[in-house]
């Protein structure tokens, strides 16, 4: 029994080094913005595919909270195929993820009893291989769990993004804490642009890149996510002249 589990670990071990090795050897595809300012800040020049990102709302409102699952929604609906989005609670607006690019038709949608079913799911999820992305609402994402979903999604070269919620403000510092994703966001909602008539503009956002490995973070206004998932300068950030402090230097990932 002793020599029969001994086996299983090494057999693990080697698994994971030639997943690391490959890793390093190959060149990783991206999924580009189509925005050059946030483009040239991301190694590559896009979202890294078959890896790990968090996102989270600025803050712990609903309104920031809907904007990041908006994020993460307008990004899976410009991959190629399904994707499946994995919740502890009932509380997805699917008209509003059709709006960001991400119709019904798209999504599978898991209700998991606990976090520890979600991260569960979230990992199955990244190695079948045959999905676009896959989505998963966490409070707290330990390291050792977050190395196992970027082993996995680096395998399958599935898009694996964690959106970062809490109920309490005990849970929201654990949002700083490290982790083996390959990039962090924070998305926080702006006032809407005047519009020349009367009604309502486009929303807009406040997008932060707070952490890519082998890059810099960065922040920008975004007007949200259209029809087709994709993004927009705010107007405002477009006519201004590249200025310093939209970008700050950021430790590597």
């Not at 925005?35 to 040239?40: A, F, G, K, S």
């Not at 609670?89 to 898991?110: C, E, K, M, N, T």
């Not at 929303?203 to 960065?218: K, T, Y």
């Not at 994709?230 to 402090?245: F, G, K, T, V």
């Amino acid at each position: 029994m002793a020599a029969s589990s001994t086996h299983f670990v090494l057999s693990e071990l080697r698994e994971r080094v030639a997943r690391l090795e490959g890793g390093a050897t190959r060149r990783r595809e991206v999924l580009p913005f189509g925005i050059p300012e946030i483009d040239r800040v991301l190694p590559g020049g896009g979202l890294a595919l078959g890896a790990l990102h968090e996102v989270a709302g600025g803050a712990n409102g609903a309104v920031d909270g809907a904007a990041a699952a908006l994020w993460a929604a307008g990004v899976a609906a410009r991959t190629r195929r399904r994707v499946l989005w994995c919740v502890t609670r009932q509380d997805l607006f699917a008209p509003s993820l059709a709006q960001a690019g991400l119709p019904p038709g798209r999504v599978i949608y898991v209700e998991a009893g606990d976090e520890a079913a979600v991260l569960a799911c979230f990992e199955e999820g990244l190695r079948h291989g045959g999905l676009g992305a896959v989505v998963a609402e966490l409070a707290r994402l330990p390291m050792t769990s977050s190395r196992r979903l970027q082993l996995a999604a680096e395998a399958s070269g599935t898009l694996g993004i964690a959106i970062r919620r809490w109920r309490r403000q005990t849970e929201a510092t654990d949002f700083g804490q490290p982790t083996a994703a390959v990039s962090r966001w924070r998305v926080s909602a702006l006032s809407s642009r005047p519009l020349p008539v009367p009604g309502v503009g486009r929303p807009r956002w406040r997008l932060e890149l707070l952490r890519v490995r082998a890059g810099e973070s960065a922040d920008f206004e975004v007007e949200a996510c259209d029809a087709k998932g994709r993004l927009a300068l705010s107007a405002d950030m477009a006519d201004r002249s590249a200025a310093p402090q939209t970008r700050r230097i950021g430790a590597d990932g």
